[in-house]
């Protein structure tokens, strides 16, 4: 039996409707800490997210700035759903979303361009003995079997103009191997915040911001805390649904 899909409020955002789909990695809490972690002027910045998925992050972003935003998206059939999520919340004029491979964005967008980058992108490192879905969809959003951490912090670090930010939320167990790569491709790491599921929980996720040709300095914000201890959103997570 095929899976229809699915017009779903955006978690805490009423007025803004996502398009999903069950058979398909469908956007978590992550992709609405990300957009809420980034800095945005209201006007004149140019914002490009890699690994859009079916946009839940130009989505959040488009609350935040009047600036138009740029979503890419290699899987045709999330793209499809990316696309009728833009249109069915009458956002055409503000988001742009492509199907392409971000290995070949240079193709359709020039080097020093972008004032932002976003990703939330693959967690797991892919190698043929990987315990990887069967759904290849799945497979794609949660393993780097198209790209890898590395491709996109080398892809984000030629998208941006000099002193522009890369904001991207990854797995903890990666941080050392995330600021390496950083720092490698003169992305210096600005701001910092350890995500935990529970107070008394090890962090799984972390929140980095990085400026192009930055100076060293990082700030190590405190810690956010998602879920209470009866499962329940904390009220720092709930202020960041509210618009």
């Not at 398909?24 to 957009?35: A, M, R, T």
């Not at 193709?107 to 361009?113: E, F, L, R």
């Not at 060293?216 to 649904?241: A, Q, R």
């Amino acid at each position: 039996m095929s899976v229809k899909n699915v017009v779903n409020d955006l978690v805490g955002y009423d007025d803004l409707k996502i398009i999903q789909n069950s058979e398909y990695f469908n956007f978590s809490l992550e992709s609405v800490l990300l957009p809420r972690f980034c800095n945005v002027k209201k006007k004149g910045m140019k914002i490009i997210d890699l690994c859009t998925g079916n946009a839940p992050i130009p989505l959040i972003l488009s609350t935040m700035t009047d600036s138009k935003i740029i979503g890419v998206e290699v899987q045709k059939n999330v793209y499809e759903l990316a696309k009728e999520t833009v249109r069915i919340n009458n956002l055409e004029e503000k988001i742009n979303i492509i199907n392409l491979d971000v290995k070949d964005i240079f193709n359709s967008y020039s080097t020093d361009s972008f004032d932002l980058v976003t990703c939330n992108p693959p967690y797991f490192k892919y190698i043929y003995s990987s315990n990887v879905n069967e759904n290849e969809v799945k497979s794609i959003a949660r393993h780097e079997i198209l790209v890898t951490l590395e491709d996109v912090i080398k892809i984000a670090k030629k998208l941006l103009k000099n002193n522009g930010c890369f904001v991207l939320v990854h797995r903890t167990e990666r941080l050392s191997e995330i600021i390496d790569l950083l720092q490698k491709n003169n992305l210096e790491p600005k701001r910092m915040r350890l995500i935990y599921p529970k107070k008394d929980a090890e962090s799984n996720l972390v929140l980095i911001e990085a400026r192009k040709n930055g100076k060293v300095g990082l700030k190590v914000l405190y810690p956010l805390i998602c879920h209470n201890e009866d499962g329940s959103y904390t009220d720092e997570i709930l202020e960041m649904f509210r618009r």
